[in-house]
């Protein structure tokens, strides 16, 4: 029996289709949900502000899609950050480890790491647009990595002024942070300002969320695993 | 005779059954209207809605009318496509109409130069193929022109803010975009219908502002585009600062370069594809070869437009990181990297198939065979490095698989991911094909100019010299760090362009009044050749949709990057996976459309159906007997 060429031919278009789709599904899957919005309260601890750091750098800050830590092999895309505290207390003359890593943030091309071309964004600036809290926090990681994290919500550097410090005392086991969804309502703790110079959350405000570092009730699911393990 | 009986029967028992049912109406209509009427009984109107639940529900309907009365209007921020939901559905017609739009703006590209070419030469066959091209644009244009309306009207309905917000920036462009539309209609149907009926140059006019006004319209599409990718004129806010710079954005001239060449090579496979599926409809000899020929064009359009296209992606890449670092390294290093080795299987594919073609096209001309030796070694060429460019560096495995390895990178394959080995696979992909090119351009012919020896030569000290710059560097490019690394693109690049440009100016010459050894038997192809063809047009397509997927995609949750942030529900990046399916059924959504187009331009050349009736009826008659053929006419005359 003869085929006719209309319907070779329409076989061909969807074999050849088909087999495009069936590439696109044997690579990894990762479904990349928009960055949470964070509250941070006023009450954070220098250590809560580090778990925090972590966290902001792991999602919204997009961090570890250039930066690494502790990477032994290969080449570097941009500097590794295992150990950057103790390089930081040194790496500009003047500037503490504080300071050179709020330049880095605020005004990356300031300084560039020797060896690695410029490309760091602004980081309070659109599109990652960290608040200046948030960017205290990250501070706060940041001094983990080689040192000992000084940082406060109060902490003031150049690019930076806090406003006086609260008169509540952190409470024991309260929430660090609470994320919500784009549009969901988060826990009245004082809006986190956007400019320098705002003042960071309303004192004493009210530190009952529920305990947990990181809780993102009616926050869209994280990430989907990635299919990598069969 | 039966046949006269009956006939008789139905003109006399047609009139009598229409007067037996006239009298039965007229009867049925008369007797209902002598009835006597009645009154109903109707409720007196004092007990009429008095109860107390009936006011009840006068009072709320008033109070929902009042309140539906003093509402405010509100603007709505996003409307929801059922089933698919709004992303994908715009997503599927924008892609449909790009598609279309490609075909459109490629088509007179090429038909134009092909028509030149006609006219200098005053070979009539070549203004007969640019003909049979321009066949195919005149419904692919109303197609575009609807999707493109239908891309708009959805644009309004679903995401009508953003769109509100696109049209404050973009308002002065909207009436140019729309005289120009104006005029490329203008200029198509002239062109088209007025093929023949100018003097050759005013029509080589009509042409060149074809191509002129569908460029200019491309651009101002194009600004508006890149604009929601690479912003610039507006505000942090995004309140507009120059129309002129939100036009004249990072990525504005790039995307300008990349889809002139892009649409030239999809528009040549798909035109390929139309005379392969017509080669394989062919019913005589002449048929074959001309369908052959248009095959071929279309495809050596395709292929020669295809191998720069990668320098262009390298210049639009440069431009996404020079406006974003962020926004690159999300394309080449975060949620789309495994989206480049999807791509990689696509244009390897792409590379594999040209050759292919080409290779089995030596076929056609006679005196072949000192060349077909070097096939085996372009192949090994052509897979080596298709392998190499697939390769990702990191691997999908289990845990302890990761552990045996030491990492998710393979201890040797893991250096092939990198794009040292990228760069130099693509690179060496590109020169083995032209050198397949060059084969073929050479086939059945002698150089006979007095320095051929040297032109030999000199192509091939050339032709070593980029291969050797492209690995070297490919290779170097593992042990410096990655501030020199990134520039050794640009010498790879350069390498392979200059030895291209130079090796084909040089064979323009070796090959001028070249000696023959044996003639183009056009049509003399295999039937597998034509379905390569297809593939490749197929291929293309879903490059395209796959492209524009991670151009698009790349802006993750901003409608206008870093400017107007997506709040609605689809404001996640899907995976790869459902991405690629999506692509796929546009692609065959497009695929159908396009085979009606074909189908709707092969009926200019289909003969009157009186014609084929009478065809048919004389096809019959010889069957059941050659006499009575002969007779059929007289038997007919008697009967009637």
């Known amino acids: 029996m003869r085929i006719p060429h209309t319907l070779r031919v329409g076989t061909l278009v969807i074999a050849a289709t088909s087999f495009y789709t069936y590439v696109g599904q044997m690579v990894p899957q990762k479904e990349v949900q928009p960055p949470q919005e964070t509250v941070i309260r006023a009450d954070l601890t220098t250590a809560d502000m580090a778990k925090v750091g972590r966290e902001i750098m792991d999602s919204k800050g997009l961090c570890f899609t250039c930066h690494t830590i502790g990477k032994t092999e290969g080449p570097l895309r941009f500097p590794d950050l295992a150990g950057v505290d103790e390089r930081a207390k040194t790496r500009v003359a003047g500037l503490s480890d504080i300071e050179y890593f709020a330049q880095t943030l605020y005004e990356p091309n300031a300084f560039v790491v020797p060896g690695f071309n410029p490309g760091m964004p602004v980081i309070n600036k659109p599109p990652i647009g960290l608040t200046d809290q948030e960017i205290l926090c990250v501070i706060a990681y940041l001094q983990t990595l080689g040192g000992t994290p000084t940082v406060t919500l109060q902490t003031s550097h150049h690019y930076y002024t806090a406003p006086a410090a609260p008169g509540a005392a952190p409470a024991a086991g309260a929430a660090p942070v609470q994320a919500v969804a784009p549009g969901g309502a988060p826990a009245p703790v004082g809006t986190p300002p956007t400019s320098p110079g705002t003042p960071a959350g309303a004192p004493g405000a009210p530190a009952a969320a529920p305990p947990g570092p990181a809780a993102t009730p009616g926050a869209p699911a994280p990430a989907a695993p990635a299919r990598g393990t069969r | ?640």
């Open chain 2, 1 to 640: 005779m039966n046949g006269a009986m009956n006939r008789k029967l139905l003109f006399i028992l047609g009139p009598v059954t229409a007067i037996v049912m006239f009298g039965a109406v007229m009867w049925t209509v008369s007797a209902l209207l002598n009835q006597e009427y009645k009154e109903p009984y109707r409720v007196p109107a004092a007990v009429v809605d008095t109860t107390p639940r009936a006011q009840g529900l006068a009072t709320e309907a008033a109070d929902a009318e009042a309140k539906a009365k003093a509402k405010p209007y509100e603007e709505v921020e996003y409307r929801r496509f059922p089933v698919v939901g709004s992303r994908v559905a715009i997503w599927a017609v924008a892609q449909l109409h790009l598609l279309f739009a490609a075909f459109v703006l490629a088509v007179p590209i090429f038909a134009f130069i092909i028509e030149v070419i006609g006219y200098k030469t005053g070979d009539q066959r070549y203004d007969h193929l640019a003909y049979e091209f321009t066949k195919l644009l005149s419904v692919s244009f109303s197609l575009t022109a609807t999707f493109g309306a239908f891309l708009t009207f959805m644009l309004i309905a679903l995401y009508p803010k953003f769109t509100n917000y696109l049209a404050s920036v973009f308002s002065p462009t909207f009436l140019p975009y729309v005289l120009l539309f104006f005029a490329e209609a203008a200029f198509l149907y002239t062109y088209y219908y007025g093929w023949g009926k100018f003097h050759p140059r005013v029509h080589l006019a009509l042409g060149l502002g074809l191509n002129l006004v569908g460029t200019a319209i491309m651009l101002i599409a194009n600004a508006w585009v890149t604009f929601m990718m690479s912003p610039r004129g507006v505000s942090d806010q995004g309140a507009v600062l120059s129309v002129w710079d939100a036009i004249y954005n990072y990525t504005w001239m790039p995307i300008n370069v990349h889809r002139v060449i892009a649409n030239v090579a999809f528009g040549g496979s798909v035109a390929a594809a139309y005379a392969a599926f017509k080669f394989l409809q062919a019913e005589t000899d002449e048929e074959r070869a001309h369908y052959d020929w248009m095959g071929y064009i279309g495809n050596f359009v395709a292929i020669s437009a295809f191998l720069p296209l990668p320098f262009a992606g390298y210049w639009l890449a440069k431009e996404i990181y020079a406006f974003s670092q962020t926004l690159g390294l999300t394309m080449m290093g975060g949620a789309f990297s495994w989206l480049f080795i999807i791509q990689a299987v696509l244009i390897g594919n792409l590379f594999l198939a040209a050759n292919y073609y080409l290779w089995l096209g030596m076929g056609r001309v006679e005196g072949m065979q000192p060349l077909q030796k070097f096939i085996k070694y372009l192949l090994a060429g052509v897979a080596l490095c298709f392998a190499i460019w697939a390769t990702p560096r990191s691997i999908i495995a289990t845990v302890s698989e990761i552990r045996a390895m030491g990492g998710s990178a393979h201890p040797i394959l893991g250096y092939l991911g990198v794009m040292s080995a990228k760069n130099t696979a693509v690179n060496c992909l590109i020169l083995t094909t032209f050198m397949s090119f060059l084969l073929y351009r050479r086939t059945g012919k002698v150089a006979i100019v007095p320095w051929a020896k040297m032109g030999h030569t000199l192509q091939l000290a050339i032709f070593a010299g980029a291969a050797f710059v492209v690995i070297f560097l490919g290779i170097y490019g593992y042990f410096v760090e990655a501030t020199v690394r990134i520039g050794l693109s640009v010498p790879q690049v350069s390498s392979v362009l200059f030895a291209m440009v130079s090796i084909t100016a040089i064979d323009v010459f070796l090959y001028r009044g070249a000696s023959k050894t044996g003639e183009v038997r056009w049509g003399r192809m295999p039937v597998i050749s034509q379905y390569v063809l297809i593939f490749i047009a197929v291929t293309f397509t879903w490059l395209m949709g796959l492209m524009g997927y991670v151009r698009s995609g790349l802006r993750q949750h901003w409608h206008v990057y870093g400017v107007i942030r997506d709040t609605s529900p689809d404001a996640f990046t899907p995976t790869l996976g459902f991405a690629t399916q999506v692509v796929s059924a546009t692609v065959l959504m497009f695929f159908a459309l396009i085979g009606f187009v074909f189908w709707i331009s092969s009926l200019h050349d289909r003969p009157d159906f009186k014609e084929r009736s009478n065809a048919r009826a004389r096809e019959r008659s010889s069957e059941v007997s050659p006499e009575l053929a002969v007779d059929m006419p007289a038997a007919r005359t008697q009967t009637s």
